[in-house]
């Protein structure tokens, strides 16, 4: 009786761990393939490192539309670009401000396309339904953003990398990731469907709170070790870059595969707060180039306020 008690969540923390490590061993071994493959570095760090960061949300959204859950699919998404912008660099910041240096173009495209699919999502999603044609579209913007951003890297001078260890290695260690994840968003979906229903809240909550909490770990890992060694402005390539992935290429294909239904309220408010959230970020970056401990501090304070709000409107 005791372990049924508390087997959605070991589920649960299981998953978290399985979706971490699945990643990590995709993103190392894919990323030394591919630059044995005399792929450039810059383009192994969107394509590759970018998905895999992005993966714990795409195993997690798409297995859940799989299996008729759309409100914990959207709810994950939209409930990890929130933790990734408001909790991940709020971290970051707070341990030691973020500067970004150069790269305000690039940094404007990518605030553009993390706000481009929010829209498209909230003004075509309103009544609650996100059909094939909007995932559609979703991907179709995400594969603009992946031209726009190869096509740029191709105009960066990069050297030539040595990778040790043998292609087979690489590959094998690609695979076992992607078993790895698959199998942790599997535990991660059960486990808080169950926990979804034990509580009597909607999954499109669980999904927003734990679950996005959960898949934001590796960015969150990231940032955090980034910052301890005085490179923070590592966090908000990695944030922004995960951010256009999980609502271009991770809505798009969980509700490509599996349109359907997902709670108003998840498109009516959660939606407009990651906008918001996005410009907020995004003003204090452009304005300055830096994010300091103060802004952090209170970036942390409202990602808390909105937990809180999640949880009590419940839904």
């Given at each position: ?10 589920m649960v923390v ?130 603009a953003f992946v ?98 992935f999980n609502l ?68």
């Open positions: 009786m005791i372990f049924e008690q508390y087997l959605p969540w070991l299981v998953g978290i761990v399985g979706l971490g490590q699945g990643a990590s061993w995709l993103v190392d071994g894919a990323s030394r393939l591919a630059l044995r493959l005399r792929v450039s570095p810059m383009v192994v760090g969107l394509t590759v490192v970018g998905f895999g960061t992005s993966m714990p949300e795409f195993a997690v959204s798409v297995r859940a539309a799989l299996v008729g859950s759309g409100g914990l699919s959207v709810g994950n998404a939209v409930g990890s670009n929130i933790m990734n912008l408001l909790l991940v660099l709020g971290v970051a910041a707070a341990i030691k401000p973020i500067h970004v240096v150069g790269g305000a173009r690039v940094l404007r495209r990518d605030l553009i396309f993390g706000v481009v699919p929010a829209l498209i999502i909230m003004g075509m999603a309103w009544n609650g339904f996100i059909s094939r044609p909007t995932a559609v579209i979703l991907l179709v913007v995400f594969a031209a726009l951003a190869l096509r740029q890297a191709q105009t960066e001078n990069t050297g030539k990398t040595v990778v040790k260890g043998s292609p087979l290695h690489h590959l094998g260690l690609a695979a076992i990731g992607i078993v790895v994840l698959l199998a942790g968003s599997e535990m991660m979906v059960r486990g808080g469907i169950e926990l979804a229903t034990r509580f009597g809240v909607s999954e499109a909550v669980i999904g927003l709170t734990l679950v996005a909490f959960g898949t934001s770990l590796p960015e969150l890992a990231t940032s955090i070790t980034a910052a301890l060694k005085g490179e923070s402005e590592i966090s908000i390539g990695n944030v922004l870059g995960s951010n256009i271009g290429l991770v809505v798009g294909t969980a509700f490509a595969i599996s349109p359907s239904s997902v709670p108003v309220f998840v498109i009516r408010q959660d939606v407009p707060f990651l906008i918001l959230a996005t410009f907020i970020v995004g003003r204090i970056v452009v304005r300055d180039g830096r994010i300091s401990r103060t802004e952090g501090a209170m970036m942390l304070v409202l990602v808390t306020a909105y937990i809180g709000f999640v949880v009590v409107r419940g839904g």
